[in-house]
């Protein structure tokens, strides 16, 4: 990775806005194009643009741009949608046949000074906020997303596999949501850390501790109701499904690495488990931004500010997990 100048945009089209960005939060999927060069089996051509958590201001508006005004703070969708094919009209936006996806190999990220987005992608933000929290609305839509296809109910006993920014986003809404066990697991002490320091008490410090046996033993035996793996990692997953009760949910957050994974079926078979994966959010800012105005997520996730030509070094950190690193804002 490495900084480069590049043209400003031209003046916004109609519909559209140039948006100076301010902020964009590091996410894991940048992490699997910056390591694997690929998400999945999808490959990224070189260069590459990335960044879709930003916060910005609007710097120019296109015609027929009447909703926003110059200086105005927003948060930006990075998902352009068309509205108009069948997975839009069924609200099934992150489906979109026409879907352009900034930061990934359909459009270009956020890491850099001005872009232009569709004017109906920026929301805007109150001034209360600060530029952590803005960048926070994006992951945060994506777990919001979650409790939509599964969602904690009032005492249900979840287990969270993967202690980074997802992870406790995860566990943060499972605590609003009723949850009356949380259980976190990861291999990392300082996330554990992170997440006791949140009030977080049941930790398993992976791989020391077997979380399926400490799930049983903090369930006393029964398992869990749900399990949500933001790690997605063949142990995790198989972990995970070993930790449920029987008819209980399994959520993969989480992208795996892997291609062709050794994953335990016979076990979810013979407990009937429930799985359910995820693709981004759905158009689910509006609520992260309610839950982070309202203060229900702590800014403890941010370890670390950094300037735009410090992105390499960032994404270094991230990659060697040093620092005591968790969720990492580059400020423009």
Same mark, same amino acid.
């Not at 051509?45 to 201001?57: F, I, N, Q, T, V």
């Not at 029964?222 to 972990?239: C, L, P, S, Y």
């Not at 994966?277 to 500010?305: C, F, P, W, Y």
């Given at each position: #990775? ?18 100076? *960005? ?12 910056? /390591? +694997? ?15 879709? %958590?930003?916060?910005?201001? &609007? ?16 948060? @930006?969708?990075?998902?352009?949608? =068309?509205?108009? =094919? ?40 109150? +001034? ?5 929290? @803005? ?7 994506? &777990? ?16 969270? !596999?993967?202690?980074?920014? &997802? ?5 943060? !809404? ?23 320091? #949140? ?9 020391? $501790? &077997? ?22 990692? *063949?142990?995790? @997953? ?13 959520? !993969? ?11 335990? #079926? ?5 407990? %009937? ?13 509006? $609520? ?11 800014? #403890?996730? *941010? ?20 620092? /005591? *690193? ?7």
């Amino acid at each position: #990775m490495e900084v480069r100048e590049v043209p400003l945009p031209p003046d916004p089209p109609p519909g559209q806005v140039t948006v100076k *960005v301010t902020a964009v939060g590091i996410c894991g999927s940048d992490l699997h194009w910056f /390591q +694997d060069g690929r998400v999945g089996h999808i490959h990224t051509p070189y260069p590459r643009l990335l960044g879709h %958590e930003p916060a910005g201001e &609007i710097a120019a508006l296109g015609a027929g741009v009447t909703d926003l005004k110059i200086g105005q703070r927003v948060a @930006i969708e990075p998902a352009i949608t =068309c509205g108009l =094919c069948e997975y839009c009209r069924t609200n099934f936006h992150n489906h979109c046949n026409e879907l352009l996806f900034h930061g990934s190999v359909s459009a270009p990220g956020f890491f850099q000074d001005y872009l232009n987005v569709p004017a109906k992608n920026c929301l805007p933000v109150p +001034d209360s906020l600060s530029l952590a929290q @803005i960048t926070l609305i994006e992951p945060l839509a994506v &777990i919001v997303h979650v409790l939509e296809l599964t969602p904690v109910r009032l005492g249900d006993t979840v287990a969270i !596999l993967g202690a980074g920014p &997802i992870g406790l986003l995860t566990a943060t !809404l499972a605590r609003l949501a009723g949850a009356s066990t949380i259980i976190i697991g990861d291999r990392l002490p300082h996330r554990l850390k992170q997440a006791q320091a #949140m009030g977080f008490s049941n930790t398993v410090a992976m791989p020391h $501790q &077997i979380f399926r046996d400490a799930a049983m033993d903090l369930t006393h035996g029964r398992g869990v109701d749900i399990v949500f793996d933001a790690a997605a990692a *063949v142990e995790t @997953i198989n972990q995970g499904i070993g930790a449920l009760r029987p008819a209980g949910r399994f959520v !993969l957050i989480g992208i795996p690495t892997e291609l062709n994974m050794n994953i335990d #079926m016979h076990t979810a078979m013979t407990k %009937e488990v429930f799985i359910q994966t995820i693709k981004r959010s759905n158009h689910n800012d509006a $609520q992260a931004l309610a839950l982070i105005a309202a203060g229900h997520i702590s800014e #403890m996730l *941010v370890t670390h500010n950094l300037s735009l030509e410090k992105t390499p070094d960032a994404f270094q950190m991230l990659t060697d997990y040093t620092d /005591q *690193v968790g969720k990492v804002i580059i400020q423009l």
